[in-house]
């Protein structure tokens, strides 16, 4: 039997299932700019899904541990998908991602200048929602409403 926070994150646990492949009910992704530096494409998609384990502490699952015994932290429980497009895809994905309500992250461009939390709320907090200069966003929510978001956007290469 599962328990409610495993049927949550879409795991399958006992007897039987060790060998089973795992189907996650959620999807998180990740969507890009087309246009970054490869070193902005890593850095950006780090930072946009480190707040979707403080906000949903069940996609984060149990530490990790080698043949020595030496611990590791634990990481998402489900793969996070990367994505890219343009610049319009960006924004008609930001609208699609709040008209449902999905947990989100912004990254705009003017993320790259600054170097500290503090100085990144307070440059997003400065432009309004539809004039954010998006190089990046992530969503986390049901399947099927994520592919609609990202309708459109193509795998990263």
Known sequence: MRTEHETKAGVETGAGY????????TKIAVLLREDLEPWQRLNVTAFLVSGFGAASP?????PYEDADDT??????????????GTK???????????????????FTSDL???GN????RAAVR????????????AVHGPRNAVDKVLKGARMHP
Request: charged share 25%.
């Open 18 to 25: 060790e060998n089973a492949p795992v189907r996650f009910d």
């Open 58 to 62: 069940e996609l984060i699952g149990e």
């Open 71 to 84: 611990a590791y932290l634990p990481m998402f429980r489900q793969p996070v998908l990367v994505f890219e």
């Open 88 to 106: 319009e895809m960006l924004t008609t994905a930001h609208a699609r991602a709040l008209s449902r309500s999905l947990p989100r992250a912004v």
């Open 112 to 114: 790259f200048h600054t």
């Open 117 to 120: 939390d503090r100085d990144n």
């Open 126 to 137: 400065a432009v309004g929602k539809d004039q954010l200069d998006l190089v990046g966003i």
